[in-house]
């Protein structure tokens, strides 16, 4: 077998489906060849009958005449069976019978030995070999037999001839040729054939390939055009192309579609350089005039002698819509419609990363609002949302364009500017910031008043990294609210190293807590008189394992933070109770003892309860027991909770004082409204009444204001004589002081009081009045 699949020998098809398509596919022209040979043969060997009349008169006329007439009659007969044919293997089974019948007929024809019947003897296996549409192994097997045939019939009447060999040589060389001829034939027969139908089959399945492709182009889903890349002319598009920029999209050119002339020259060029964009964003116009985002994937294409680009169009509009709604909400605050946190940090990074290179300034006014719990404690959520909401448009509407309002959460806001400005520029900024933030704001009918403390930070003098200097900021803050609040405060770089003290006095005052290391020293409250111990104030105190006994003004810090403060008044309390009842079980006279309570405490409206459930726990009488309040106490948001719970207190017989009065943070309203039991000159004051300036005017118009209202008075840090005799001819009747007694642990406390009276003998030793 060749390699392409034929046989060496035949020439035809090893494949016999093959094969059979091959023959089934000549079957027409198979027939009307064997109609056509049939007719001949039955046409010419009529016409042979006239010749053979030659014979008459012999006995070859009675074996010619009968042998032609059959031929005719085998033909004709032939020549209606194969009409009739419906097969491949019908027709060529007539003409088999028609030749094999012919041979036969033939043969007895050349009997004659005439001229003519040498001539068939050779001619009939040619027309055999090459006329006759058989398959090769008929068309050998029927050659050689007619061969054979006529060389019988030839032979068979009288002497064999002396040029026998040479014809039976002749036979032989015919049968070789035409069998050779026969082979070329079927081979060229079918290699066209083959040829033919992979030509055909080509073309089929290239159609078939155009018109899925086309089909494809057609119902993609998404817009595809074809444009000329020269004129920009659209030459086609799709049903989606058509749906999305009307049906006379082929009739438009790319500039009418592709807005953007410079977006045009980026695609071209693109298209030259690569053949080719991916993923292009871009703005077009869709058929009803409405301009859209798309994304563009092109390629080109050439069609005939002109290049042409095909382009997949994706409508990403509502994709970049919802992009930037998600964006939104990720970078904006939900209630106040500000940027939030995330949003803050990604300007405040620009901004420093444009003044690094290019120069320039930042500046951070970070603001909190003033005692904003206080307002969702007492007047509700909804109270403090619109504060916040009103809050955030106030600041919006304050800002410039170059400056950026965020809100960081809670209640803490942040203004972000680019405007160069020295320390004292940003104050006023910060100034007028807050002064926005002033005005009070209605809700539900109800005004609410505002404050807020703002710290500020600038970039490049205070910090050039945007952590460092929200630090700076943050410092800032948290020093304005530590000095009233309402304020607004500049960055200073001793801030961090005193917030590096208060964290660390912090954690030690927590560690402390834990391992009960703090507790009371106890000062006694002298009549200045009599010198006799009228109470005692329980002073905080920190037992250190390495520095000692420290005292409160050296842990001041630890009373800014809530947690601690609070911390540090429950371990004072609880030890001041379990003192008390200890003495009170010795039977000694203590008086009372009075206790300092943070700011912060106040917050707990269970205070009154919880103080009074541990002193009926104890059995100790509320009658010995007190409080002092400091002033800044009384102008917090949580006053109305410290006026209910002092009055609860008074009311339940406990001590109420309010500590160092005439400092200038309160005014006179808040003693007539806030009821207390005496009131405590501050150590500021009594240090320098001997001096006959304004401290003494102070302390004498106090002590005639609190004559008139009927409140003790008690003065605080007398350390000399001059100090006591200035205060006893003012009608000062208690003092408490170095000049008597330092503060002193509990177990020191039961030995005071057996003392007959506290009047030193001379003067007193003069010590750190701090120390208290």
């Not at 000549?26 to 009349?53: H, K, M, P, Y």
């Not at 005039?289 to 092109?298: K, M």
């Not at 006014?365 to 619109?386: E, M, Q, R, V, W």
Request: aromatic content about 6%; hydrophobic content about 50%; glycine content about 8%.
């Amino acid at each position: 077998m060749t390699r392409d699949g034929l046989f060496r020998f035949g020439g035809e098809f090893r494949d016999s489906v093959r094969e059979a398509a091959f023959r089934d596919a000549r079957f027409g022209e198979t027939l009307r060849q064997c109609r056509l040979i049939f007719l001949i043969s039955a046409v010419l060997n009529t016409l042979f009958l006239a010749s053979d009349w030659r014979f008459h008169g012999t006995p070859h006329f009675f074996v010619a005449v009968p042998a032609r007439l059959a031929i005719v009659f085998v033909s004709l007969l032939c020549f209606a069976l194969v009409r009739k044919a419906a097969r491949i293997s019908q027709a060529q089974g007539v003409l088999i019978g028609w030749e094999v019948s012919t041979a036969l007929m033939v043969a007895l024809l050349v009997s004659s030995r005439s001229d003519l019947a040498l001539f068939v003897v050779l001619m009939l296996p040619s027309i055999f070999y090459l006329v006759a549409p058989t398959a090769f192994r008929w068309t050998l097997v029927l050659g050689v037999g007619c061969s054979a045939l006529m060389l019988a019939g030839y032979l068979g009447n009288g002497p064999l001839p002396s040029t026998l060999p040479g014809l039976i040589l002749v036979l032989v060389m015919l049968n070789f040729a035409l069998g050779l001829v026969v082979v070329h034939g079927n081979r060229l027969r079918r290699l066209e054939w083959a040829a033919t139908q992979a030509e055909r089959q080509a073309k089929d399945e290239l159609g078939a390939s155009q018109a899925m492709i086309e089909r494809i182009f057609m119902a993609v889903p998404i817009p595809l055009v074809v444009t000329s890349r020269g004129e920009g002319r659209f030459l086609r598009g799709n049903d989606a192309a058509k749906r999305y920029f009307g049906d006379a999209v082929t009739q438009a050119q790319v500039q009418d579609v592709l807005l953007d002339g410079g977006n045009r020259r980026v695609i071209a060029r693109l298209l030259k350089d690569h053949d080719q964009i991916e993923g292009h964003e871009a703005q077009v116009r869709d058929g009803s005039g409405a301009v859209r985002d798309v994304l563009i994937t092109a390629t080109t294409l050439p069609i005939g002698e002109n290049p042409a680009v095909v382009a997949g169009i994706v409508d990403i509009t509502d994709r970049k819509a919802a992009e930037a709604r998600t964006r939104r909400q990720a970078t904006h605050d939900a209630l106040t419609g500000l940027p939030n946190r995330l949003l803050f940090h990604e300007r405040m990074q620009q901004a420093l990363a444009r003044m690094a290179s290019k120069g320039g300034a930042v500046a951070l006014f970070l603001i909190d609002l003033d005692d904003f719990k206080s307002i969702n404690d007492t007047l509700g959520h909804d109270a403090g949302d619109a504060l916040l909401i009103e809050a955030a448009k106030r600041l919006a509407a304050a800002i410039g364009p170059d400056e950026l309002v965020a809100r960081l959460g809670g209640d803490e806001f942040v203004v972000l500017s680019t405007q160069r400005m020295t320390g004292f520029e940003a104050l006023v900024r910060g100034e007028a910031l807050i002064e926005v933030l002033r005005q009070p704001c209605e809700h539900a009918g109800q005004m609410i008043a505002t404050r807020a403390s703002l710290g500020i930070a600038l970039a490049p003098e205070h910090d050039r990294d945007g952590v460092e200097l929200m630090k700076d900021a943050d410092l800032a803050l948290y020093r304005a609210k530590a000095n009233g609040r309402n304020m607004a405060i500049v960055y200073e770089p001793a801030m961090r190293a005193a917030m590096a003290r208060r964290v660390a006095v912090c954690q030690g005052l927590a560690g402390a807590l834990k391992d009960e290391r703090i507790l009371p020293y106890y000062q006694p409250q002298v009549a200045v008189d009599t010198g006799r111990i009228a109470g005692f104030e329980a002073l905080a105190r920190w037992r250190h394992s390495e520095r000692g006994i420290i005292p409160a003004a050296a842990f001041q810090e630890g009373f800014q933070d809530p947690e601690i403060a609070n911390g540090i008044s429950d371990a004072i309390i609880a030890a001041v109770v379990s003192d008390l009842r200890r003495w009170l079980d010795a039977g000694l006279d203590v008086g009372h003892v009075c206790v300092n309570l943070a700011a912060s405490v106040f917050r707990d409206p269970a205070l009154p309860e919880r103080l009074l459930g541990q002193l009926a726990a104890a059995g100790v009488p509320a009658s010995h027991f007190g409080v002092e309040v400091t002033e800044t106490v009384l102008l917090t948001r949580n006053a109305d909770e410290a006026e209910r719970t002092l009055k609860t207190l008074r009311a339940a017989g406990l001590r109420v004082a309010l500590d160092d009065f005439g400092t200038g943070y309160a005014s006179l309203t808040h003693l007539k409204r806030f009821q207390v039991d005496a009131l405590k000159i501050d150590r500021g004051f009594v240090s320098h009444v001997t001096e006959n300036g304004g401290d003494a005017a102070i302390v004498r118009a106090l002590l005639r204001l609190a004559d008139d209202l009927r409140l003790d008075v008690i003065a605080e840090g007398v350390e000399t004589a001059e100090q006591e005799a200035f205060l006893k001819e003012q009608g000062c009747r208690f003092a408490q002081g170095y000049r008597y007694a330092r503060p002193t642990p509990a177990g020191r406390v039961p030995w005071l009081l057996q003392l007959p009276d506290l009047l030193p003998k001379g003067d007193a030793m003069h010590g750190d009045s701090a120390a208290a």
